[in-house]
């Protein structure tokens, strides 16, 4: 961890651990590690006697796949959360636009501490806490723990699993490193439900979803000369399958499978006519390059962006990048 790191997490650990309530807020339409993050400190937090409140932005709704999390019950709707918090802290959110409704609350924060991984972020914190070398927010959050001497329990090691095999894809990206396995390793060690938190992450979909995702599949388009392939999911789509946006999100890891492509992507259209683009990478090209270029980010293999063009225009300079 370099020094500038280590700093930042030592003056964040101060700052919390002299807080009286601390704000707890991750980005909109959160994913497992950002929902894992926030719920391993706020856990913590609470489990050590302090006053804790976390939340996300609207749509304020958790994903169904998320349900073997620890504390999603104790989370706060957005509309009661503090309105200019003292210690207000995020997870995985690269901007504070990712932040929603909740950003004012970020904005009138006496000290905001950012804790992230995306080497994209645009270090919108007084406090920012950000290793783009660390596979998730949830290795960032371990170490925090570590600085404010909270100790791990079943619910703190649950959601940091979930965080940390989210955001590794079940250890297969480039981001699995030693590191990993050596968390990965201490929190099976708090009797972890394992196979049962790995089916609902991963493997276990409504019947709805699977016909969705099948054409979603039957509509892929390879463009060999680009090594690209892409997929569509309309408003269309979801009403007629009965799906939400949400259910929709590991499209993508099924569309990166294809040999022949590089660069996969998969185009939302959601119900406010904005395009939402998640890209994936499999070979040499910088994915979080072209997000960032299109006010998104991410990393170099997996990031995403949201487009007011329509999906023509969304993919010709999604084209013209490649």
Not at 27 to 46: C, E, F, I, K, Q
Not at 234 to 260: F, K, Y
């Amino acid at each position: 961890m370099s020094t500038g790191l280590d700093e930042a997490l030592t003056r964040a650990a101060a700052v919390i651990a002299a807080a009286p309530e601390v704000a707890l807020a991750c980005h909109v339409t959160p994913d497992g590690d950002a929902l894992g993050s926030m719920l391993a400190l706020h856990l913590a937090l609470r489990a050590a006697g302090r006053r804790s409140v976390a939340s996300f932005p609207e749509p304020f709704v958790v994903a169904d796949h998320y349900r073997g999390l620890i504390g999603l019950d104790t989370l706060t709707d957005p509309a009661a959360f503090p309105s200019a918090p003292a210690v207000m802290v995020t997870f995985d959110a690269g901007s504070i636009d990712r932040l929603g409704g909740l950003a004012a609350s970020a904005d009138a924060a006496t000290e905001l501490i950012v804790i992230d991984h995306h080497v994209s972020n645009t270090r919108f914190g007084t406090i920012n806490v950000i290793d783009p070398d660390a596979a998730a927010s949830g290795v960032v959050v371990r170490r925090l723990l570590d600085a404010l001497d909270l100790p791990l329990d079943h619910g703190v090691a649950t959601d940091l699993y979930a965080a940390l095999i989210c955001d590794t894809g079940r250890f297969q990206y480039e981001s699995t490193t030693p590191e990993v396995f050596g968390l990965a390793g201490e929190l099976a060690g708090f009797d972890l439900e394992i196979p049962t938190l790995s089916r609902s992450l991963f493997e276990e979909h409504r019947f709805s979803y699977l016909k969705l995702m099948g054409e979603a599949v039957e509509r892929m388009v390879l463009e060999r000369e680009r090594g690209f392939v892409w997929t569509v999911v309309s408003q269309d789509m979801l009403a007629r399958h009965g799906c939400t946006m949400d259910e929709a999100e590991g499209l993508i890891d099924i569309v990166r499978r294809t040999r022949e492509a590089g660069v996969a992507c998969v185009l939302k259209e959601d119900d406010d006519g904005t395009v939402k683009v998640s890209l994936r990478s499999v070979g040499e090209v910088d994915v979080c390059a072209i997000a960032t270029a299109n006010g998104g980010g991410g990393h170099r293999f997996a990031a995403g962006f949201t487009s007011r063009d329509d999906i023509d225009g969304t993919l010709a300079r999604i084209r013209a990048a490649l």
